[in-house]
Nanobody, 122 residues
Framework: QVQLLESGGGSVQAGGSLSLSCAASGYRASNYLARHCMGWFRQYPGKEREGVAKMQTDGITTYAPSVKGRFTISRDNAKNTLYLQMNMLKPEDTAMYYC????????????WGQGTQVTVSS
């Protein structure tokens, strides 16, 4: 099975930047990111997870309106790593961030990471 492991979370002041990583490892991890729709999600305490950004297998990206222009999703297939560059962070970006693998239609969740906490102070 393939494991997804997020890293890069932390605390930052408003206006700052953080870069999250999601590394795929394990059996059959080769080209895992390229074979799946990959996404970043976040969850506020007591709320359901919401989509932040996703990248389809053909490289097309989609962003939530609240992060468009500030966040950038990318992947390095050779390193089996998904990234989320977060700039101009706001206190409302404070949440637990998760990466996920989905089917090629981005319609079915197949695999989740354990999450990494992002805290933005004003």
């Amino acid at each position: 099975q393939v494991q997804l492991l997020e890293s890069g979370g932390g605390s930052v002041q408003a206006g700052g930047s953080l870069s999250l990583s999601c590394a795929a490892s394990g059996y059959r991890a080769s080209n895992y990111l390229a074979r799946h729709c990959m996404g970043w999600f976040r969850q506020y305490p007591g709320k359901e997870r919401e989509g932040v950004a996703k990248m389809q297998t053909d490289g097309i990206t989609t962003y939530a309106p609240s992060v468009k222009g500030r966040f950038t999703i990318s992947r390095d297939n050779a390193k089996n790593t998904l990234y989320l560059q977060m700039n101009m962070l706001k206190p409302e970006d404070t949440a637990m961030y998760y990466c996920a693998a989905m089917n090629i239609f981005c319609s079915e969740y197949l695999n989740w990471g354990q999450g990494t906490q992002v805290t933005v102070s004003s």
